[in-house]
């Protein structure tokens, strides 16, 4: 579940910035090819507390189910530009993949290309993870798929420093 005051973020942005933001927050959902009903609840459950309309909120969902990529691609230069949502756009993103308890490395390459989309760095992606997992979902320090996420987002990224940073991360 998401606090209402976890969406406060989302109330005080224009009505087209929550629809872009939750249309970007739907097209991950579907990464991994299979759009669970935990990330479907969880998705739904933004849409309701960011104040969408029924109408907006049936649109979002049908991204969730089927992403037409220039329409994502579309909001996510529109949001881009407003530096406030970027973190709480990414830390979003995140939640949903962690929603179904599972991270498949098509939902971390999405994750990285929002990221580098949006400005976020991967060693902020990881950080981000971490913070979903042990406080938004309340797993503890269990690090099980943030790590996974790191992973994969390290993977999509390619070695040299950054991967090498996200080691010592991993290890401290």
């Known amino acids: 579940m998401v606090p209402a005051d976890d969406v406060v973020h989302l109330r005080r942005a224009t009505e087209v910035e929550r629809v872009d933001y939750l249309t970007v927050v739907a097209s991950v959902v579907s990464a991994d090819r299979e759009a669970s009903a935990d990330e ?10 960011a104040g969408l309309s029924d109408a907006q909120r049936a649109a979002v969902v ?3 189910h089927g992403p037409d990529a ?9 949001l881009r530009r407003n530096v406030a949502l970027r973190v709480d756009l990414v830390t979003d993103a995140i ?10 490395p098509t939902e ?5 290309r929002l990221g580098r989309a949006l400005d976020v760095p991967q060693a902020q992606l990881g950080m981000i993870g971490r913070y979903v997992e042990s406080v938004v979902l309340q797993r503890g320090e269990g690090g099980g798929l943030s ?8 993977a999509a990224r390619g070695p040299g420093v950054i991967r090498r940073v996200y080691d010592r991360f991993r290890r401290g």
């Open 40 to 49: 479907l609840a969880t998705l739904e459950e933004l849409c309701r507390d």
């Open 62 to 64: 049908a991204t969730a």
């Open 70 to 78: 220039a329409v994502v691609d579309a909001a996510i230069a529109r």
């Open 95 to 104: 939640a949903i993949v962690f929603a179904d308890g599972k991270v498949a």
């Open 108 to 112: 971390s390459a999405v994750i990285a």
């Open 147 to 154: 790590r996974e996420l790191g992973d994969g987002v390290a």
